[in-house]
């Protein structure tokens, strides 16, 4: 059978079959002895395009039982998990832990098909620093004249019914237990009521959080909720960039699938992709895929360094990377210097950088005082510039996003040196 061109490799998707999941074998099993420990809760964090949110749906295969899955642990589970997944990817519209669980019971890709009641919003809720109540609506109420309809009854607290609700299906006995995966939990503005919800609970061994979102600690998801760190810390899985030999593998899987095609991609290809992608398993998912493209489309059977170098150009000219392209025209302007500043900067190999390091190269390749360099530096800190740049300690920087930060490294300038520079 020939291989689904498209998406062989998926850039924009989360991996879910356990068949295409790449490496993680130490944080397979992680999050496996994680489910099953009572009591504990999961954490997944990491910078982006590191692969967490692929790494929650092999969670959720486990979770269901998929074998697939389970047959890749080193420690199968002693008995096969019968959960009842509830995954939801947060976005703008979820600002609060309150607005969340309002979602999860009103969301028919949640608990409402699960729950005998439906649930609605007061038109009193939600607002800023209040709290959120809702009416619950009986789904099988008798009127006088023998027919069905939906009676209001009592206003209720949003917490007793999200706990209601879990208390039914798990009293049903339909499923074992019900996990929560709660992904990009960053992206929620207020997560003070956050530990409300695990406490209330997390007690239960049937009921299961795993929250998964971008941070380099723990401790930047769950913020300041001491009371609920006895309860992750055994279920906290950091993400890590990936290794040489776990980004090889995502190839070794691609291969698999494109076997009847007869395509392949050259080692040097492959080595050159793994070294741009500097631990990111997106960027080789990104560039496989529009060079695996780029090659059906030129009817060659071997994807070549030239045309993944190609790619990239192109991906880069084109704005397929639409969030990191944005992001670096914003960073360089029409400033040479500013671009030459980021790509040095990038360049540097350890996450924290230090400006004894790479302001010399700067000087040299630009011929500026160091103190002109510290200004543009300061321009990379400020919204204006997109602040893609932190500092973390006297004369040393770190990017937000490492994510970018390989991006920047990687992508082919895209400013001349002639060029009239922007504040020069």
């Not at 692929?54 to 019968?82: F, K, N, W, Y």
């Not at 919003?121 to 620093?129: F, I, M, R, Y």
């Not at 997106?282 to 090659?295: D, E």
């Amino acid at each position: 059978m020939h291989a689904d061109i498209q998406n062989v490799f998926t850039p924009a998707l989360a991996i879910s079959s356990a068949d295409r999941f790449a490496g993680r074998q130490e944080q397979l099993d992680h999050i496996s002895q994680a489910l099953q420990s009572d009591g504990t809760q999961i954490v997944i964090y990491g910078n982006r395009g590191v692969g967490k949110s692929s790494l929650a749906r092999q969670l959720e295969g486990l979770a269901r039982g998929d074998m697939t899955v389970i047959d890749r642990l080193r420690m199968p589970p002693h008995v096969t998990p019968d959960f009842l997944v509830i995954s939801i990817e947060c976005d703008d519209t979820i600002d609060s832990i309150q607005t969340l669980i309002l979602r999860l019971l009103t969301d028919d890709a949640a608990l409402a098909p699960w729950i005998p009641f439906r649930v609605e919003k007061t038109s009193a809720g939600s607002e800023v620093g209040g709290s959120l109540n809702v009416k619950i609506f009986s789904a099988s109420a008798k009127l006088s004249d023998g027919t069905s309809a939906e009676r209001p009854q009592i206003e209720q607290d949003l917490y007793s019914v999200f706990g209601n609700a879990i208390s039914h299906i798990l009293e049903s006995g339909v499923v074992g237990g019900v996990l929560f995966i709660i992904d990009e939990v960053d992206r929620i503005k207020n997560r003070d009521d956050l530990a409300s919800i695990i406490r209330s609970r997390g007690a239960d061994p049937r009921v299961k959080f795993c929250l998964v979102g971008v941070g380099t600690t723990p401790q930047e998801l769950i913020l300041k909720h001491e009371s609920i760190v006895r309860q992750l810390s055994d279920g906290c899985v950091e993400m890590p960039p990936m290794s040489k030999s776990e980004l090889r593998e995502i190839f070794v899987r691609a291969h698999e699938v494109l076997r009847d095609d007869g395509i392949v991609f050259s080692p040097e290809a492959q080595e050159w992709i793994i070294s741009i992608a500097r631990g990111h398993p997106f960027y080789v998912h990104l560039l496989g895929k529009h060079s695996l493209i780029h090659a059906v489309m030129s009817g060659a059977t071997e994807v070549t360094l030239s045309m993944a170098k190609e790619v990239l150009a192109n991906i880069a000219n084109k704005g397929t990377a639409t969030v990191q392209e944005t992001t670096y025209q914003k960073a360089i302007g029409h400033s040479f210097t500013r671009e030459f500043i980021v790509k040095t900067f990038a360049a540097e190999p350890t996450e924290e950088i230090s400006t004894s390091s790479v302001y010399p190269r700067i000087s040299q390749g630009r011929k500026m005082d160091i103190s002109a360099i510290s200004v543009y530096v300061g321009q990379l800190v400020t919204d204006k510039y997109g602040a893609i740049l932190e500092k973390t300690r006297e004369r040393h920087y770190r990017f937000k996003d490492s994510l970018f930060k390989a991006y920047a490294d990687a992508r082919p300038y895209k400013l001349k040196v002639e060029q009239v520079e922007d504040g020069e």
